[in-house]
């Protein structure tokens, strides 16, 4: 395998999101290397829902440290990137260098996953123009006012995109996004 995923978060970042995939990724022999706003041991939060409650809440999750900053990028050095939700992609989508990032990946034809909130990030890159995308059902409208179309499935894969709901849609999610990380094995070969 040996394939390079770069995967974005920051504080406020779902912590089993990030966890999940950093583990499934080194579970498959690939490098998962994290990108943040900067370089250093990053804050990150879990997602769940309680009785009584019309939303998530929110609780201090583990802690990651980042590999590096999202200045730093070089996409010609990785397979696909990987935007995870949270609250984190609150303010990552406001951050340009992100935003060009990921439409580079876009531009090369590179993989480009999102979970959860982290389909907000691709909404204002401008990536969800004429695109089939799922997320947290309250990102719904960001989507539909980006020009894309919301599925109700618990992951999508559209072109060179796979997006996924929320971290409870993790076996759906992972099966597209491995699925599409072995199709680009295959091509090499």
């Not at 998530?56 to 696909?80: F, H, N």
Request: charged letters at 25%.
């Amino acid at each position: 395998m040996n394939r390079k995923i770069l995967i974005v978060t920051g504080d406020g970042g779902e912590s089993y999101e990030t966890l999940y995939a950093v583990h499934r990724f080194q579970e498959e022999g690939d490098l998962a290397v994290i990108a943040a706003p900067s370089k250093r041991r990053l804050n990150l939060v879990m997602h769940d829902f309680e009785l009584g409650w019309d939303t998530y809440i929110e609780r201090p999750g583990y802690c990651l440290a980042s590999d590096l900053t999202i200045q730093d990028v070089v996409v010609e050095e990785y397979d696909a990137i990987l935007l995870l939700g949270g609250r984190a992609p609150e303010y990552l989508r406001n951050h340009a260098a992100l935003l060009e990032v990921v439409r580079e990946f876009d531009r090369q034809g590179k993989w480009v996953f999102a979970i959860c909130h982290g389909i907000q990030i691709l909404v204002t890159a401008g990536l969800a123009t004429n695109r089939t995308l799922t997320a947290y059902e309250h990102v719904r409208t960001e989507i539909e006012m980006g020009g894309g179309t919301y599925s109700t499935q618990q992951a999508v894969r559209d072109g060179n995109m796979v997006t996924g709901q929320t971290w409870q849609s993790h076996p759906d999610f992972y099966r597209e996004v491995f699925a599409c990380l072995n199709e680009l094995e295959q091509v090499e070969k």
